[in-house]
Structures are given as structure tokens and as C-alpha cells.
Nanobody
């Protein structure tokens, strides 16, 4: 079992930045690939970014490429999502998730992730 707790959400103006954190506990963090997803009001949850166990492989949704950066610190059992140049369409609840698929995989589908956090709200005002 892995417990995930997100933090760092909030209200920011368009063009601003936020850094989300996701702290993991329960099992060896380095055994899990990690991902970020988001769900806007009235929409389905969508993939944002993923990082492999060791951090060498990354995957981003086209909508966030060049603006968001995923990273992890296995010594701190934490994965991060640095979000720059935020836009109102980035408004959503952001979730982190963990999977135990083979080492170099960076999946974008929800059903490949086993553990989920409770989410943190990000609101971008225009």
C-alpha cells in the first residue's frame, strides 16, 4: 500500500507559477513510477505528466509541454510538478498517482496507476 498526499495548490493569476508536491509513504518510493493527472469541472480526468522510477524518463501531455516540469526526489519520497505560465484552462484538481509497472515506463492512462492521492485544487484567474 502506498499513501499519497498532494500539496501546493492554490489561487494564482494567469502567467504565474505554482509547485505541487506529492509525498508518498508506505512502501519504497523508488519502486514506483509516478504521474500527475488533473480534472477540471465538468470534464474527465486527464493525464498531465509522468516520471519513471529513477527519474530518467519523462512524459508530458501536449497541453503542458514547455510549461510544466515533473521531477522526483527519492530520498524525500516526493514527486513535484512545477507549473509555469499558468493559464485559466489549467484550473483543475490535480492528483498524483503511483504505478508499479516495469522500470522505464511512463504511462499516460489512468488505469495503469494503482494508488491515488486526494487531489489539490489549482485555480488560475484571468
Amino acid at each position: 500500500q502506498v499513501q499519497l498526499v498532494e500539496s501546493g495548490g492554490g489561487l494564482v493569476q494567469a502567467g504565474g507559477s505554482l509547485r505541487l508536491s506529492c509525498a508518498a509513504s508506505g512502501r519504497t518510493f523508488g519502486n514506483y513510477g509516478m504521474g500527475w493527472f488533473r480534472q477540471a469541472p465538468g470534464k474527465e480526468r486527464e493525464f498531465v505528466a509522468a516520471i519513471s522510477r529513477g527519474g530518467a524518463k519523462l512524459n508530458y501531455a501536449d497541453s503542458v509541454k514547455g510549461r510544466f516540469t515533473i521531477s522526483r526526489d527519492n530520498a524525500k519520497n516526493t514527486v513535484y510538478l512545477q507549473m509555469n505560465s499558468l493559464q485559466p484552462e489549467d484550473t483543475a484538481v490535480y492528483y498524483c498517482a503511483a504505478h508499479s509497472l516495469p522500470r522505464a515506463v511512463v504511462p499516460s492512462r489512468e488505469n495503469e496507476y494503482t494508488y491515488w492521492g486526494q487531489g489539490t485544487q489549482v485555480t488560475v484567474s484571468s
